[in-house]
């Protein structure tokens, strides 16, 4: 069983900063596709951002664009959500995923955010931004 663990979630002011981690198994790492999706109270889950594999194309959501960048730690096994100036509307649970599926460039632009494209999940790690 593959396991997705989060971490790196908290409480912080408006304007802050939080940086998420993703540990994954090497395998999935390197030959995986891993996004990060999240879900606030009453409202469904959607797409943060994507780091393709092989390519490292990198998509984000538009809520998030300019404020939010995902970055890969090879030597630890992990990818990072670097997430700066956040606001309370950032404030979910945040998950990552990963995606076995190998395609072209535009293939991922269009399908990064479906979520039953995605063969496992984390658990999740809460990040609440309030003052």
């Known amino acids: 069983q593959v396991q997705l663990v989060e971490s790196g979630g908290g409480v912080v002011r408006p304007g802050g900063s939080l940086r998420l981690s993703c540990a994954a198994p090497q395998h999935i790492l390197d030959h995986y596709a891993i996004s990060w999706f999240r879900q606030a109270p009453g409202k469904e889950r959607e797409g943060v951002s994507c780091?393709?594999?092989?390519?490292?194309?990198?998509f984000y959501a538009d809520s998030v664009k300019g404020r939010f960048t995902m970055l890969r730690d090879n030597s630890k096994n992990l990818v990072h959500l670097q997430m700066d100036s956040l606001k309370p509307e950032d404030t979910a649970i945040y998950f990552c995923a990963a995606d076995s599926y190998s395609g072209s460039y535009h293939y991922r632009a269009q399908n990064w955010r479906v979520q039953t494209l995605y063969d496992y999940w984390g658990q999740g790690t809460q990040v609440t931004v309030a003052s």
């Open positions: 780091i393709d594999r092989g390519t490292e194309s990198e």
